[in-house]
């Protein structure tokens, strides 16, 4: 009883560790993203409307790379995992990202981003599993 115990501890933790990382990874590639994108816009005239869509791009990307450098051991639950990572990823990005901007805001937008980056995060979750089986 005390082995079964132990080894579901250990499973658990190692589901905590890859998800922890894949949000720290996701995080990292989203900065880096959101600062290419402001010196991009710096200097060329992109217009504005153009901002909104290269953000979403920029999370979809950010979460693909976390879940799969964080799902890189791991050879089943993608889906749990990678949800659980995009969600993570976009409540501490927003919260990252509101600290930088100075201002929370609370809205419609907030829910389409964890729902979206819960998504995509079970999507490339089953991906990233199934594809290191073969």
């Known amino acids: 009883m005390k082995v079964k115990a132990l080894k579901t501890d250990k499973k658990q933790s190692a589901l905590l560790m890859a998800v ?3 949000v720290v990874v996701g995080l990292c590639v ?7 994108f402001a010196f991009i816009l710096r200097f060329t005239s992109i217009s504005d409307k153009v901002i909104a869509p290269v953000n979403q791009v920029i999370k979809g990307v950010s979460i693909f790379f976390g879940v799969f450098v964080g799902l890189k051991k791991c050879k089943k639950n993608g889906l749990l995992s990678g949800f659980l990572i ?3 990823y976009t409540i501490v990005a927003f919260l990252v990202f509101s600290i930088l901007d100075g201002a929370f805001s609370f809205d419609r937008t907030l829910v389409n981003d964890i729902v979206f980056g819960s998504i995509i995060g079970a999507i490339c979750g ?3 599993v199934n594809l290191k089986k073969n």
């Open 20 to 22: 922890l990382k894949g």
């Open 30 to 36: 989203s900065l880096v993203g959101i600062l290419l």
């Open 86 to 88: 995009g969600l993570l």
């Open 126 to 128: 089953i991906i990233c």
